[in-house]
């Protein structure tokens, strides 16, 4: 493992200050992915800034309704807080079916975010990877390949997005809160993902030195009926082949709104926009269902080990959406 | 600077700077604002109720300070990537992945390993019940799992045996003992002694 220097920041302030100054420094929340990478020689940093004890854990109702997590919040305690389970159950089940308990005490909200993708060949620290050393290519592309995304992916890198919650929170129109060398600002989270396109290796919109304060959920009474499930090759313990986040309202056996996002498909958290815009007004049924999941994955981009994912995951969104009926928020006559 | 960049910072930035000048004047004296490295320096570790001082660089693991510093090898490195839950010891009474945790992050925080679960000669209950149940056979996840199967009780998860083997499942066990692991934690729920902890 590289050397390392470690300073231990008392104030947000301090923090950003310090890594935006140092380019080959880093945040260190809960560290489970970071000091794992700096292990494999894949993190190249020679300084760690320690931002645990800044007051940025507190999980707060906002006044006109919707939730502000502090981004220090650990996965178990927002996946256990009262509000989440009851105005969000979907970012609860999502957090729950992450990683284990251990991890999960540790793991930050806003390090989840901005977690690295689990490719191997990323992870190995030698084979050609564009998004660990741009312009040397991606081995993913021939190679072992049944976890890589089909959605939004590029011929320079198809590795999938690994977070869970994330799945969640681009359902629910989450906005990310920052503090940077240049001010505080807002990201959607949508815009907080970035496609690999021909960059790969940059992910998000983040300045170095900029620091995610908090994630803001908005008021939405369509979450409240939420649900997550999550496929995988073990029951436990393990990262999504595909997961589906569904959410529906219903009125008059017609579908008022619906929000609908994909984990292990994609090379980021996929809100399945042209699936929600052809069930809005839909009847609910699973021929709307079927119709909608072949809609979305019409888009797949597929490799040699990596094509079922393509019939998965729309057996996974009708499945979602059949399931999600039982919690739906129903209105009118049923 | 755009005016919503100036809003912004008048709603959010302002509040917490004060939130952070509240909490320097608070912050816990064990826990000082520290640069060190890559060199070694003095880092303050409690394990298990006892303070060392230990020369250690910022880069060794919670893990490795614990077998290579302290002598302390019941904590065991199976895979050192966050992977096995050999690792796992509690800190602030969490449970976590020591190869995971820097050792100079535990600063100032309570750390026990699965030297600090008996009584003196006393096994804890879940020792005993591992004994009694024979839940390990080569024995090398034991204590991992002896600290997740404690900790489990008291996060108080363990109703059904798939809530069980769920809140387990971030420690493996190769020899595949899981029947008898959670006959064991049953064992011990059932009796209600679940909560003990020997130490803090």
Not at chain 1, 21 to 40: C, N
Not at chain 1, 233 to 257: K, M, N, P
Request: some cysteine; hydrophobic content about 40%; proline content about 5%.
């Amino acid at each position: 493992m590289r050397p390392l220097s470690y300073r231990r920041a008392a104030e947000i302030g301090e923090a950003v200050a310090t890594v935006s100054t140092e380019p080959t420094s880093a945040f260190l929340a809960g560290g489970t992915t970071e000091v794992d990478l700096v292990r494999l020689g894949v993190a190249r940093h020679d300084l760690l800034v320690d931002i645990n004890d800044l007051p940025l854990a507190d999980i707060e109702n906002l006044p006109g309704g919707g939730l502000r997590i502090g981004a220090l919040a650990r996965m178990n305690d927002v996946a256990r807080a009262a509000q989440v389970v009851e105005m969000y159950p979907g970012i609860a089940q999502a957090l729950l079916l992450g990683a284990s308990e251990q991890l999960r005490n540790m793991a930050t909200m806003g390090g989840n975010l901005c977690q690295r993708v689990r490719c191997a060949y990323f992870r190995d620290n030698v084979s050609p990877c564009n998004k660990r050393e741009p312009g040397t290519g991606c081995s993913a592309l021939d190679g072992q390949n049944r976890g890589h995304a089909i959605l939004g992916t590029s011929e320079h890198c198809i590795a999938t997005h690994p977070s869970d919650v994330a799945v969640a929170l681009v359902a629910f129109d989450a906005v990310v809160h920052t503090i940077g060398p240049s001010g505080a600002r807002i990201i959607p989270i949508e815009n907080f993902y970035l496609l690999p396109g021909r960059t790969p290796h940059i992910e998000h919109p983040l300045e170095h030195g900029e620091l995610i304060v908090a994630i803001e959920v908005p008021p939405l009474p369509v979450a409240r009926g939420s649900l997550y499930l999550k496929f995988r090759d073990r029951q436990s313990y393990e990262f999504a082949l595909v997961s589906v986040l569904s959410a529906l309202l219903v009125q008059d056996g017609r579908i008022t709104e619906v929000r609908l996002a994909l984990g292990g498909v994609g090379t980021t958290p996929w809100r399945a926009r042209r699936a929600e815009a052809q069930l809005v007004g839909a009847p609910a049924t699973a021929g709307s269902f079927a119709a909608a999941a072949a809609a979305e994955l019409d888009a797949a981009v597929l490799h040699e080990h990596n094509a079922f994912k393509q019939e998965l995951a729309q057996r996974a969104i009708v499945r979602g959406l059949d399931q999600a009926m039982v919690s739906a928020v129903h209105g009118g006559a049923r | 600077m755009p005016a919503w960049a100036v809003q912004l910072i008048a709603h959010h930035v302002r509040p917490k700077i004060m939130h952070n000048d509240q909490f320097v004047a608070t912050a816990p004296p064990d826990r000082p604002p520290l640069t060190s490295g890559p060199s070694s320096l003095p880092v303050a570790l409690t394990v298990n109720g006892s303070t060392h001082v230990v020369d250690l660089e910022p880069r060794v693991s919670l893990l490795d300070a614990l077998r290579e510093h302290l002598d302390l090898t019941g904590s065991k490195k199976g895979c050192d990537q966050g992977t096995c839950g050999a690792c796992t010891v509690w800190v602030d009474g969490r449970r976590v992945l020591a190869c995971l945790s820097l050792a100079v992050t535990c600063e100032g925080r309570s750390v026990t390993t699965i030297e600090g679960l008996a009584a003196g000669e006393e096994l804890h209950p879940m020792q005993r019940a591992f004994i009694e149940c024979d839940a390990f056979q080569c024995g090398y996840c034991t204590a991992g799992q002896i600290m997740s199967a404690v900790a489990l009780l008291e996060e108080g998860n363990a109703t059904t045996d798939a809530e069980i083997a769920e809140s387990m499942s971030g420690n493996i066990c190769r020899c595949a003992a899981y029947p008898n692991i959670r006959a064991a934690i049953r064992e011990v729920r059932d009796a209600g002694e679940g909560g003990h902890r020997a130490t803090a």
